[in-house]
């Protein structure tokens, strides 16, 4: 799904990414992790090319999303983003920042298509199914508040589920709980597990070591800028090969 093949990022004199390659299939759950500062958090933006990258391609279901000449937001609709912070809509409510981003994409598929379906009927059709995205989550009756009077597990709960509703094929999460309150932290993991089982493809940069050995499927370790290691997370926990890797898993286990 994701190839990733010498991917370089600077900024300005510094090097941050200094030739990454990488690839991820359909089903994959992989875990980033590694110090602050060793480049996961460009690496995930480069992916979706929030980041533009200096150097390198990002092959995304077959097209080159690197190369300034493709239209970068009609392949961003397919790949989800939970941000640290949330990033929610404060003056939405917490049902149209769901709706927002569906409902844009469709009323411009369906003018440009010609579906017949008027913009009731798509408005209709997104809200019924943003009110099931918050009853998954256990918040319908949050649906007219403002994200200002939520907590940060609630926030990250809306956020995730704000991903799905534009059913991507893969959700890049950017340290999804490093923002949370530690009584916070469980309730969205257990979402972000649920939405794993299901077979979502999920890239996550985490320091949540616990999820990154029992959920993904891969782990990835990064440092100045390089991956060091990637493997299976049982492997690399129990028997990591470099001393850098060593290292900062005697420090955060």
């Known amino acids: 799904m994701i190839d990733v093949i010498d991917l370089k990022k600077n900024f300005h004199d510094l090097e941050v990414l200094k030739g990454i390659n990488f690839k991820v299939e359909k089903g994959d759950i992989v ?15 480069c992916l979706n090319c929030m980041e533009d990258p200096t150097s390198g391609k990002i092959i995304f279901n077959g097209v080159d999303i690197a190369d300034m000449k493709v239209d970068i937001n009609v392949h961003r609709r397919h790949m989800g983003m939970v941000f640290q912070h949330f990033n929610l809509f404060n003056n939405k409510t917490v049902l149209e920042n769901i709706m927002l981003a569906p409902e844009y994409v469709r009323c411009k598929e369906a003018k440009k298509l010609k579906t017949g379906k008027s913009k009731k009927q798509i408005h209709e059709e997104v809200k019924n199914e943003a009110m099931e995205l918050l009853k998954r989550i256990g918040l319908e009756s949050k649906a007219d508040v403002y994200p200002s009077t939520l907590s940060g597990g609630q926030k990250q709960r809306v956020a995730i589920v704000r991903a799905l509703a534009m059913n991507p094929d893969v959700i890049l999460f950017d340290e999804p709980t490093s923002a949370l309150d530690p009584e916070m932290v469980g309730e969205v993991l257990d979402l972000m597990k649920s939405v794993a089982a299901e077979g979502m493809t999920m890239i996550v940069v985490t320091h949540e070591m616990g999820f990154a050995r029992e959920v993904a499927n891969r782990v990835i370790f990064m440092d100045d800028g ?12 129990a028997n990591p090969k470099t001393q850098r890797a060593r290292e900062f898993l005697s420090k955060v286990l």
Not at 226 to 237: N, T
């Open 31 to 45: 875990a980033v992790i590694g110090p602050s500062g060793s480049g996961k958090s460009t690496f995930l933006r």
């Open 226 to 237: 390089r991956i060091l290691e990637s493997g299976d997370p049982k492997e690399f926990f």
